[in-house]
Every structure is written in C-alpha cells, then in structure tokens.
C-alpha cells in the first residue's frame, strides 16, 4: 500500500520519491509537507513546487481523509467530542479540550479503535480491540479538530480509543510528526502518552529518549485487584511496572506522573495508599486523580465527598503529592472511559 502524504517526514517522502524515479530534493519534500499539513487556504503561495513533481508525489502517496460523524458540544464546560470514521469504516473518537489559557485547547487522540485491554471500568474496553490506527489518522485527526477550532490547539494527549504503547510504532509515528517543523507544530514536550502499563513498550519508550510525557495509569496497587480491574496489563507483574517506570523517572529526571481512576469502594483504602507510598519510595512522583466516569446503571460508582476526603487526607498524610484532574465531556460521553464509538445521542 502507498504511503500516506500526512505520515511521512521530509527525509523519508524524498527517499520515497527519488525510489520510484522522482528526483525530489529536500527543500521540495518540505514545502510539499508544510502545504499539506496547513489549514485550508493557508497554503504558501510562493515558490511552489513545479506542478510536474507535485503530480508526481501525489502519484506516489495516499490523501485520503476521515469522515467527521458527529460533533457534540458539552455545554457545561466546552469539551467537544467529535466521532469520526476513518479508513475501512472504523469509528472512533477525538475530543478538544479548552485549557485554563483562553483560546488554547488540547486535543485527545484515539490510537486504536477499540482496545484490547479490557479495563473493567471503561467502555472502550468492552469494545475489544478492532484495529490499530494508522499514524495518518492520528495525525489528520488532530489537523482536522485544529482547523476548526476558535483558537489555537496547543497539546495533543493519546488517551482516547485504545493503549497507545500497543500501537507503539504508529504512535510515535504520529507524534514525530506533529512536533515536526513541517507537520502540525505541536511542541514534542505538550504531547503526553498515556499508558494502562506495558512494561515492554515503557522500557522501549524509556530507551528510545522519546521526548513526549509518559503518564501510566496504575489505578491500584493491590495484585487481586488488578486483575480484575486490569485484566490484560494485570499479567505482567506489578513490580515489573514499578521497575519500568523507576527507570522511566531515573533516565528523563522528570517527575513521574501516575494517574488514579477512583472508583467508590475500590481503590481507595489505606492498603492503596501504602502500596503506592512502598511501590514510589524515592521517586519524584504525582499522582492524578480522576473520578470514575461509568455510564452504566450497575456500574462502578464515583467516590462520594467523605471516602475521596478521607483518601486525599490518607495521601497527605503519607507525602504522596497529588492533584485533581478534571475529565471532561462527560454529558456528551466524551470523559476518560466513555470514548465507545456512539453518538453523543445514543
Ligand atoms: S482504560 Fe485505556 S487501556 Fe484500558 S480499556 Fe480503556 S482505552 Fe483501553
């Protein structure tokens, strides 16, 4: 299969060409690139590149686009997810997200449609995994949200439909690519990766000096918990992510951020809270806390105002730093584990 035009880096579109016989320099390569990642009508008018190699390039490379389904706006608090359909029909979801700064917005991308993780407490789960994304569709989703935002997109997050580490080469595909000069200018320090905890894949990441921000979503600390809750990431042991993550924060001196999904009568109990001060004893760390968001009559229920209170009491009292985090979107089911694939109506 061709290429993508979006999934290409300059070296990598004239090594492209000059193989099927265009002889494409690297000044071409990038203006091609700049002008096919630009918003609509903002192409650069001068010194275009001669329209015989232009031709040929896209001779040589796939454009096709996603198909927006739906966009639906919360208007509790400006979260927009959009349900798009990419290449052979799969659906899944973005969401832009207004930062504190007016006129700034990050946007959470899908990695894959569907997930083969399973997460007890998420809906993208249940789905099962259907395929990995492409990186072009990660990139094109971003470039289609910033086209239409009131503002500028500033941040990108892999946190939407799937585990980003699964799909590791398309994912960092992806990223080289916003943070590139020629792609969609997204600086390679606001794009964050989340990850359920693939041990191989933090350790690849970890190797590499990937420069994106790393959160691992850990959610408990308890062996009999984890596995129900996290049925897939759960098969590789606990310490084994502990280790991974140790030498994560050892190697980028950065303080390593751990996000908690606090689910009333699960996880959040002094076992919990000396689990996480054993399992990071030494390492610079935060922890996020994000409420549950399970649309389900039976399903997991958010910690009420005395049992999160007397957790983030516990925290305090055990020196493990930690902030709220806000998961938005949650009446258009546009929230951290709410990302299914449906319109917002449905
Ligand atoms: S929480 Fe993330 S890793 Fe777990 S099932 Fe949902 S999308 Fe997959």
Request: glycine letters at 8%; one cysteine or more; proline letters at 6%.
């Amino acid at each position: 299969m061709l290429p993508h035009l979006l999934e290409l880096l300059p070296a990598e579109l004239v090594a492209h060409a000059n193989a099927h016989g265009v002889a494409l320099r690297l000044d071409e390569a990038r203006r091609i690139l700049v002008d096919a990642h630009a918003p609509p009508g903002q192409q650069r008018r001068r010194k275009p590149v001669a329209r015989a190699k232009q031709a040929a390039v896209a001779e040589l490379t796939r454009h096709d686009s996603l198909e927006v389904l739906e966009r639906a706006t919360d208007p509790s608090d400006g979260f927009v997810k959009y349900l798009l359909r990419g290449r052979d029909g799969d659906v899944f979801e973005a969401v832009r997200i207004p930062l504190h700064a007016p006129g700034r917005f990050s946007v959470c991308l899908s990695s894959q449609a569907g997930c083969a993780m399973r997460c007890a407490f998420c809906a993208t789960g249940r789905l099962g995994l259907r395929r990995h994304l492409d990186a072009w569709e990660m990139v094109a989703t971003l470039e289609l949200l910033r086209n239409e935002a009131p503002g500028r997109v500033t941040g990108a997050v892999f946190q939407g439909q799937g585990e980003p580490l699964h799909n590791y080469d398309a994912v960092m595909k992806a990223a080289r690519v916003l943070c590139d000069p020629c792609g969609a200018h997204v600086a390679a320090k606001a794009i964050t990766v989340s990850t359920v905890g693939l041990v191989p894949q933090i350790r690849r990441f970890t190797a590499e000096r990937q420069p994106y921000r790393l959160i691992a979503s850990i959610t408990t600390t308890q062996p009999d918990r984890r596995t129900h809750l996290l049925p897939v990431a759960s098969r590789l042991p606990f310490d084994e992510l502990v280790a991974a993550l140790r030498e994560h924060a050892e190697a980028t001196g950065k303080l390593l951020t751990i996000a908690w999904v606090m689910m009333a009568g699960v996880n959040t109990d002094p076992a919990e809270i000396e689990g996480l001060r054993r399992a990071f004893a030494g390492v610079p760390f935060v922890l996020n806390l994000i409420d549950v968001n399970d649309a389900r009559p039976d399903g997991f229920a958010r910690a009420g105002e005395a049992e999160r209170t007397a957790f983030i009491d516990g925290l305090s009292a055990a020196g493990i730093p930690f902030r709220r985090r806000y998961s938005g979107g949650a009446a258009r089911h546009a929230a951290c584990g709410m990302l299914a694939g449906h319109r917002a109506a449905s």
